[in-house]
């Protein structure tokens, strides 16, 4: 089925660790995201890559770092984990870095740091 | 700036009531897209609409339907005869007409709805 596969489902992380969360789409969209969930703040834009090759940063970029050597793979690390991070993310994907597109979700990954 | 309202944090209805869900947008651009997504239980996030700016035309789907009106900056979401599989948060989203760099969409802080049996 095509889509975005996300990976871990959930993770408990010791502050202090590093963490990388996949994101694989096999749509062939351009475009990727990643967002994080949290109570009363709905979903923000952590960063983004318009296109293979190119990143950007986004509302609340701070402690996280992507990659996108291809068009499927965009993952997300953190590299030294804090309670602040404890949230449920989200991988993006849409066709071209256009919102007149919206935007295909992952399932997300549960993320709690301890 | 562009900011999306969804001043209702939670809702509860009974099975069958008519529920609606507000969405208050702020932009600048005369021409933008709006959306709402649901995330069930089960937590991914799921389409249901998107809207041009430039059409106003109101959309019903099923039990569902949208009334867009910019005059009022609003993009509400109605429920018809709603059912316990209704409950789940629902996020309405902005986005630019054009793309660039740095426009991405903008999500509301979502109205989580309850609908007991």
């Known amino acids: 089925i095509a889509g975005i596969t996300q990976a871990p489902t959930s993770q408990i992380l010791a502050a202090g660790r590093r963490m990388t969360l996949r994101c694989t789409q096999d749509m062939r969209h351009n475009a990727m995201y990643w967002y994080r969930q949290d109570l009363g703040l709905g979903l923000r834009l952590i960063h983004y890559s318009n296109t293979a090759g190119t990143t950007g940063k986004g509302e609340v970029p701070d402690g996280y770092s992507v990659s996108r050597a291809n068009t499927d793979d965009f993952p997300l690390t953190l590299a030294s984990a804090v309670p602040s991070q404890t949230s449920v993310y989200f991988c993006?994907?849409?066709?071209?870095?256009?919102?007149?597109?919206?935007?295909?979700f992952g399932s997300g990954t549960r993320l709690t740091v301890v | 700036a562009q900011k999306v309202t969804q001043a209702q944090t939670e809702i509860s209805v009974v099975e069958k009531e008519d529920v609606t869900l507000d969405c208050v947008y702020e932009t600048r651009d005369t021409t933008y897209y709006l959306f709402w997504y649901k995330q069930p239980p089960s937590g991914e996030l799921v389409f249901l609409i998107r809207?041009?700016?430039?059409?106003?035309q109101n959309e019903i789907s099923g039990r569902y339907s949208w009334n867009f009106q910019k005059s009022t900056s609003s993009f509400n979401f109605t429920i018809t005869a709603s059912q316990v599989v209704d409950s789940a948060v629902y996020f309405c989203?902005?986005?630019?007409?054009?793309?660039?760099?740095?426009?991405?969409?903008?999500f509301g802080t979502g109205t989580l709805l309850a609908v007991q049996p």
């Open positions: 993006a994907s849409s066709v071209e870095d256009d919102t007149r597109y919206g935007y295909t």
């Open positions: 989203a902005l986005g630019r007409y054009y793309g660039g760099a740095t426009n991405k969409l903008i």
């Open positions: 809207r041009n700016s430039f059409d106003e």
